[in-house]
């Protein structure tokens, strides 16, 4: 099975147990994870032989992350040691009109210190048939910038198909530089993810009226971003996750994928939240899974929305739903009936 | 106080805490249940006078299972030692559209290799007013189902009045099988319960659209259901439970109540789910008890519908819904304010 | 920044984990709160230099509130250390039709032991702005409400504004008996604060109709219970909240403020519970602050409203809820989306 | 099987987790016990049909308590129910050179306000064989001391052979106030348990330097504890625990039994703690177990003994030690291999 | 990197929390282990190339042993899916005079009903230097025995060198029909592993007073039965492991390796026990490691006594000391001072 | 009373739970601690006026580590706030041979970037009479430690009497440069604190033989060390902690004050670990107190190493034994007997 590699952080992810906030915690649960190691995940999680590239610390924490990688089907062999520390991040969740929270202790991790030169690229892409990456990644500076430039041009002369979750953190870097950077980025790219405000900070393509909080999508709207992503980068597909934020509790999660040609609407997910993060990861895992599948259009949004929807009720970043539960739910089964 | 017998299986439960799934699990919150073990805990949480039987290892985890029964207030003088193992089932809580999963391991358990003659069912009836089963016991073997047959048959000679409770186990045995054992045992049956799904597979007996999704109940199927199963076997009353699967996080909840001449529907309730596992147990004990202490139809299927209105709401097997917590809902007080 | 003074009660709460019912639990999560406590909490946790005054056991379980109150910031310099236990409070979360439940075991507790003579206001009320009771310390005993009347003459000597919510319990006293006592200290009130079920208890001041389960309030009842207090003890301001109780998961949640003139009532806020309790207290403690900084009405009751929203998704008795997320809350935003 | 009825105060035990401090728990795990009821576990756990005698209130914190010893096989039919609440202790789990501590909060408890007449001795002793109480419940008030001499009365009228650990607690009573009440209950009593030091708070009898911290035992001072006790109260037998606190960590324990005759002493254990309340109670449900079934007075001091080692190996006030778990290491068996 | 091979069982292991005894739990902690399985992560922690070979059933529990072995970096492309149950043990810890306890529910596991045929041993063995297996695995029942026989053939054509750890477990089978068994199957064993009972019960080769309670050790004793062994089968090494039971708390641990010409004693461990269960295995694996890495004879016995030592300090059944801290320990660092 | 203040980081701690590696740790318990910050806890804990002063960032994770320091009863008022990161520490928890292991994350944080002029040092010593730090705060970085100089001598102007804890760390700095950057801060510290390392590694000073797991003291070795400390730089008083790992489980704990005149040692302690960590602080903590409370020479060195004994038996970084069980310790009760 050829191999599909995922490039980017992946970091210690520290949470009050249940509803607590910050302020009361004595203790926090423990998981790693990221954008792209979740993807890579959830590839692994569908039989997929998923690698995932990051530089971690030679200490315990750095062994931990690899072993959770592991521990769920990911191949390591690639993972760079080195490097001061681990990214932290610490998430309370959020439930009811309270959202959740977000304390990123992530400067100076190990990844973000990478540079140009320290994966061996030619070894990584060596049988590899799909290359995934996000914003993230290059907005941890400009080494790690260069770093995934080098990754992009090797997966294009090795005929390996890019796909990049635009994803922006406005805790890295500014609109602009990121417009700047990823701009570069984008000609590499074959399949573009994003969301509503994505493509708005990063491109300054901004889509009318997206609000779906009332449960109506404005169809119009979305198309139009996904149009002009393509319009300016030649992607050769475009797919928009569209969340509605009822409350912290409930969302509604739905989709959308655009050829050049076709604009596919998938079904519309009323979620009752367990944990909402990893849910846009989630998606990219199951877009990559049913295009790298051989999924028609329609049924490959359907399958991307349909995981990402099961993610939303999966505590952690990883998304553990199975193959099998992503294709009942897809074939219409949301009832939640007790499975014996 | 005259005694009411339940017999069947006991099992170990085990449980990721939380909404963790199987995967995640570092630990299992433990508890004890099991179809017929919850109907005599509703019973004695009651006040009633009510004995398990069953068939537990003499070892710890036997002991434990046991131990559990009596802290809440079951007489298990009648429990038979030995044989290999506890039966286990492993149980994931779903949210959402993620279906609440269960794992079985309960092959080659105590009870599933006891067999006629190795209970005294004789001093088991003595003083009892009522005997309770279900579908799973004669599902466990063919010894165990002439256990039920021999208790059967002595039940009636002692003039104890019998309830069953259909519930089909698919992994257990087939509807064939299941309609030809069932078949038999249902002469010796006074009170049979059952919901959408039992009467179809065990008995071919099929209801017109019974889906109650949208909240509305379609009455016309459920009478023919129960009107057909009376017809055919003769019961005193035939009680099903409607459930409405909106997700694992909600259902809506109702119930009706045939006793030949009239159809009795209790309140219909939104419910958001804490604990699935045993409302349909958790209904069988309220009906008894309401049957029991001279309770009109009407206010039967309204008891029992309440009881296991709140059972959803409660962790474990078990329903430690009060009495008066009981007949306080029944009674119109479903708003959840604080009770100070 | 001139003293705000919380005085009454501080209880040991003791709570099975999650939704555990009492009879299921092996531990208890332990936290401490009180309905003038939790003011408290709320005001130094908006920054305001806020003390509060009781009395406690000296020994570690005292310890450990007056630790606690500290932890968040509370001035606990006037708390009095003696009397023989603190009280302690049981509380089960309640979900769906099941109601929380709440088992008293506050009988002799230090504070219910203290007697005119053991505070020195004089020292409390030095550069003092507000004093802030409630209903129940007055219920605790004849000596509670004797020193609650002598702290309330020496505030008003002091010039010092006074605020109280009649928090009516009926295991304390009955309604003939807080009517007479109550009565009498009102006349040192400013402002007071009230629920629907208080005004009728303790004044016998009835709303028409005032259940907003269905989302809709009748202002009209509300309107004449804040008029009719009003008009009987001469208050600056009436703050009333409104609570529809759909279930113990699920409640309405607004508020009206009376100023003499005007009836403002606040947006209403559909939210899921994670712990109600205190959610009167954290409306006490926003209206407070917002009438401290000079709020307007308007604002004053959005933010006392939305402060006391966040606190339905906060566990424990205190809401940790942030100036800047009341404030933003207030302004509109209750989609919890995730904050990074 | 004949009754062996223990009486006296179940309480709800508060414990932080592991060795925290008070100061430092954010929960408590919940266990019930009290050194009557610890008595009445041990026998039930041995096989003996073991009734507890006490009164809870009519709540579920009591509810729990009596739950817990139905689960471990105490017959609970005498227990009253009423009064305001059940005792409660708070217990900090020393180590080392850190004692463990206890924080009594017991006052008003149930118990402590029950008086002659609430308890129907006549059904109590009806089959009765034993009857055991502790110096702790006639210490709880005058009340409860009226309450315990009409027990004794009652139980010697019917021939019940009655069993009494001195259990001095310097928090209830003085000594002057002890020697007199326990005085006169002594007269009823055969069976007389103490250790070093009751016999001296209670009764003035000092036993010469009985420090056996060094592993030594001083034989003659026990002798002379053992047989002042039998010349001034005439009892059958008199058995002193013998306990050497090295540190809050190990402890070295031993015992003597004398029975007018000869004096026994059991063999000394060494004994790592894991929890060490309940150990003295353990030692009287081991002593009677071994009287009531006949043993030698030698066989009797080394069961009792070990049982009492084993405790200190387990969790809660409770013993849960099997009775081969006790024979195998009266037998010498301390080795601690893994039994599979 | 050539492979080592461990074939065997891995189980769920459910223990109570600390020392809590299995009648007192209201949860498990989770791992997975195994004789062999437990050798395979020590081989892969210390670095090397380890595959495990089992079967076990296609449900989410054997996916999480299967998961939890990828996770400390063991091969599992050799482990065969089928079978309806893994296998169950029940630990619960020890402490003091109260042995740990082990309660298996191993019968009609998915590895105990393989049989010859099912596994494709030419494959596991290509590139493979070391086979390793227990007596565990051929007692299971005649068809895993078989099964053990068809490797072992295998891996002798192959040329890979064999280790047995004989690890006699009297529930599974007599001491007659092991000697039987694996009389047969010693012949292709390299290097034989045994404590002082194994080759009592296996092949009636008794030593002398081999107690090191006292920590003094009887090496004429363990150099006799070494020495047997391989008199008997031909093996080229023997190595024998010394636990001294001072209690379930405490033990001596030191173990001997024979090479045919001289005896080699490692240092004697006074060991505090954290968790004891696959202290035995620990050693195998250090063994192992040792031999394939061409340690003299005397490191070779001080390496795996070593890294068995700091078992006994880790819970679970895995040793996850590192190699760092084997060979420190092995240096003669035991102090335990903070290693920062 | 006079201040009481201590300078330098705090840090979050996260340790696995128990005995669990990093590598099996699913949560993480927090407290907060640091060198300085314990000894501040320490003082308040008994009952003085003590201060912390550092910086944290404005953020929920610098909020926590500040409201526990309020928690328990430090004066906050002079935190500053700002910079990137808390500091952390991964603390795993060692057992008999397995050292505890620390895993520093605390480059970058807040404190670390602090520099002159960040703290008004002249409203810090206002009032006070004691300032505190140790060796680790310039070890930070050249801005800490110019900001360190800054303190003394601003304390040194005002008459505020210093005490200094060597506390090297190997991990921050180099002997040399240790040497060199205390060397000249030195001259500003009237109290220097010690152990047998610090001496040696920042300035040295080797003592002979100082080895005391056999539990005998070379006296000699610490008396020289002391005395060349003093001579080379003119302390008023010189400690020196004396610890003997006999394993990560048990220690020998002593101590030794020399005042220029007379060497004082204190009793000897064998301590069974709890927590290590912050048993130095705990000593310092006890040093600053006797000492500002007019203790003699030989109680002084007492109360602190008694304070210090008990610390080991405390969870968490701060030492929560009361004044009471450290004087009672000191007076020779360490027998752990249960404090009813």
């Not at 061996?120 to 910038?145: K, R």
């Not at 005929?159 to 990823?182: E, H, I, Q, T």
């Not at 990219?284 to 028609?296: E, R």
């Not at 993610?311 to 970043?317: F, N, R, V, Y």
């Amino acid at each position: 099975m050829s191999r599909i590699v995922c490039f980017g952080e992946i970091m210690l992810r520290l949470s009050p147990p249940g509803y607590l906030r910050f302020v009361q915690a004595n203790s926090f649960d423990v998981v790693y994870g990221g954008g792209e190691a979740n993807v890579s995940v959830s590839l692994a999680n569908y039989g997929m032989n998923a690698a995932f590239v990051t530089r971690v610390p030679e200490n315990p924490i750095g062994d931990s992350a690899v072993n959770e990688l592991r521990r769920f089907g990911v191949d390591t062999q690639f993972v760079s040691r080195g490097g001061d520390r681990l990214g932290i991040y610490f998430l309370e969740k959020g439930a009811s009109q309270r959202a959740s929270k977000v304390v990123y202790d992530r400067k100076y991790s190990a990844i973000s210190e990478a540079k140009p030169g320290d994966i061996d690229w030619m070894a990584v892409f060596e049988g590899a048939s799909w290359f995934h990456f996000t914003g993230i990644t290059p907005a941890l500076g400009d080494q790690p910038a260069a770093l995934t430039l080098e990754a992009l041009k090797c997966a294009k002369e090795m005929g390996v198909k890019v796909s990049c979750d635009l994803n922006f953190r406005k805790n890295l870097w500014s609109p602009v530089k990121a417009g700047s950077v990823m701009g570069e980025l984008m000609q590499y790219v074959d399949v573009c993810i994003a969301n509503e405000e994505d493509a708005e900070k990063v491109f300054g393509i901004k889509a009318d009226d997206t609000d779906i909080s009332g449960g109506k999508l404005n169809h119009g709207g979305y198309k139009k971003v996904a149009a002009e992503l393509r319009r300016r980068f030649g992607f050769e597909k475009v797919a928009i996750t569209l969340r509605g934020s009822i409350s912290a509790s409930d969302n509604i999660w739905a989709a959308m994928l655009y050829d050049g040609t076709d604009y596919y609407f998938s079904k519309s997910y009323p979620v009752h939240i367990v944990d909402r993060v990893g849910g846009g990861d989630s998606f990219g895992g199951g877009l990559i899974y049913a295009l790298s599948n051989g999924y028609s259009p329609a049924d490959t949004i359907e399958f991307a929305t349909a995981a990402s929807c099961l993610k939303h009720s999966i505590e952690g970043d990883f998304n553990h739903a199975t193959l099998s539960e992503v294709k009942a739910l897809m074939g219409g089964d949301g009832s939640g009936r007790v499975q014996r």
